[in-house]
């Protein structure tokens, strides 16, 4: 029995890798049926993520490293706290466009811009200064921090004094 598990268990990864893959994020709906590891089965790959983390405790280290790798978000609650993703790529798209065409983020706080949707005015200084706030209490993901690095962000006040 316990070498069928594994084997269930290797497959449903396999499932999630895809999932991953295609879609850069493991933001799976609990309800969430896909075909299955094998032919003519439906899969509830939602409910097989939420188990994980459920049964992280009982996961071996080799098991937590793989779901690691592939974005996995351990904390079960996440969902009731975090923004929606889609609405961060397109506030961080507005701050990346500032970072072009001014070669910095010094944006006062509340600077607004035309936003992302039609007729909307966005806080982008709003967005920037609740980022540093995140990052501050570790609360930002590994890789919104490195996409914000990457277009200039200055986490600390006067680390970026003096630089153009």
């Known amino acids: 029995m316990r070498e069928k598990d594994e084997k269930r268990w290797n497959q449903m990864y396999e499932l999630a890798k895809a999932y991953y893959e295609y879609h850069g994020n493991l933001d799976i709906p609990i309800k969430l049926e896909i075909e299955g590891y094998e032919q003519d089965k439906i899969t509830k790959l939602g409910s097989w ?11 071996s280290k080799d098991k937590i490293e793989k779901l690691d790798n592939i974005g996995m978000i351990w904390d079960a609650n996440y969902k009731k706290r975090r923004p929606d993703t889609g609405a961060w790529e397109k506030m961080y798209e507005l701050a990346k466009a500032y ?66």
């Open 49 to 59: 993520i939420s188990g994980q983390r459920v049964s992280k405790g009982g996961l």
């Open 99 to 164: 970072y072009e065409y001014h070669g910095n983020l010094d944006m006062p706080a509340k600077l607004e811009v035309e936003g992302y949707e039609q007729d909307k005015i966005t806080k982008i200084g709003s967005w920037l200064n609740n980022q540093k706030t995140r990052y501050k209490l570790g609360k930002l993901s590994k890789d919104k921090i490195e996409k914000l690095e990457s277009i200039g962000v200055i986490w600390e006040k006067n680390k970026g004094k003096g630089r153009k």
